[in-house]
T-cell receptor, first 119, second 112 residues
């Protein structure tokens, strides 16, 4: 089945540094990937839609200069949290749409998530 | 963007019992999906039900959809300790067919 690999699974950094999170589709091409943010015991909030070869589409309230998204190939999207601060500490999850056989609908395959802690 | 509401927020049951989670949403949908998330992990797709379907089964899972009430339920029968996880409904709406909007989630704990 479709597999999305996300790396790193956890990262601790100092305030002011930048952190890059990678999301790779391992056995399929993903023209579109989605980045979510999840706070403890809460739901997933869509941050942005990453489109291969073009600019990402950000959700309202998400700073594009703060959360840089690059989707340079059909199998890799990256999220860079720039000048991270403690309030950026969260669980970040990427996903890619997989065309489900016989369903014709967008079923998402998720990465395992990245836990970011900013000190 | 629309978000579904799920209840209960948390559910604790004994192994072997059935677990029922409910999801309500606000606008018309194309389909509704259920996902499972183990603690600190990504989500795994469980089942999808289309707007023109009323019930669907997959193993120990049974999903219902009532579009007139804008609600769906997920039933897990004969629960196991390994079913302990958070469960989220997710909706694809008519106006944003390329995005999924997630519900608030139900934390299920199955006690051995």
């Amino acid at each position: 089945g479709a597999v999305v690999s996300q790396h790193p699974s956890w990262v601790i950094c100092k305030s002011g540094t930048s952190v890059k999170i990678e999301c790779r589709s391992l056995d399929f091409q993903a023209t579109t990937m989605f980045w979510y943010r999840q706070f403890p015991k809460q739901s997933l909030m869509l941050m942005a839609t990453s489109n291969e070869g073009s600019k990402a589409t950000y959700e309202q309230g998400v700073e594009k200069d703060k959360f840089l998204i690059n989707h340079a190939s059909l199998t890799l999207s990256t999220l860079t949290v720039t000048s991270a601060h403690p309030e950026d500490s969260s669980f970040y999850i990427c996903s890619a749409r997989v065309r489900a056989q016989g369903l014709g609908a967008n079923v998402l395959t998720f990465g395992a998530g990245s836990r970011l802690t900013v000190l | 963007s629309q978000q579904g509401e799920e209840d209960p927020q948390a559910l604790s049951i004994q192994e072997g019992e059935n677990a029922t989670m409910n999801c309500s949403y606000k606008t018309s949908i194309n389909n509704l999906q259920w996902y499972r998330q183990n603690s600190g992990r990504g989500l795994v797709h469980l089942i999808l039900i289309r707007s023109n379907e009323r019930e669907k089964h997959s193993g120990r899972l049974r999903v219902t959809l009532d579009t007139s009430k804008k609600s769906s339920s997920l039933l897990i029968t004969a629960s196991r300790a390994a079913d302990t996880a958070s469960y989220f409904c997710a909706m694809t709406t008519s106006g944003s067919a390329r995005q999924l909007t997630f519900g608030s989630g139900t934390q299920l704990t199955v006690l051995p």
